[in-house]
């Protein structure tokens, strides 16, 4: 059910999620961009959070 290829997604998403938290909690937003950087250098991704609520991307769909 669960193949190598979701295992490797999820820990990707894992360690791109965790280095943005770091980054936050050490300079903020600044730290979060660098975060993302880093994330991004080691293909894993970069996570983008939107402030708008009416954002087709990110608004839910019911």
């Keep these: 059910m669960f193949g190598r290829k979701n295992e490797r997604t999820l820990l ?3 360690i791109a999620r965790t280095l ?3 980054g936050t ?3 903020g ?3 979060a961009r660098a975060a993302n950087t880093i994330s991004e ?3 894993c991704g970069r996570i983008d959070i939107c402030d708008n609520p ?4 990110c608004t839910p769909t019911a």
Excluded: F, K, Q, Y
């Design 29 to 31: 937003d600044r730290g």
């Design 12 to 14: 990707r998403e894992h």
């Design 20 to 22: 943005r938290v770091i």
């Design 54 to 57: 009416t954002c087709p991307n």
């Design 25 to 27: 909690t050490v300079a």
């Design 41 to 43: 250098r080691l293909r």
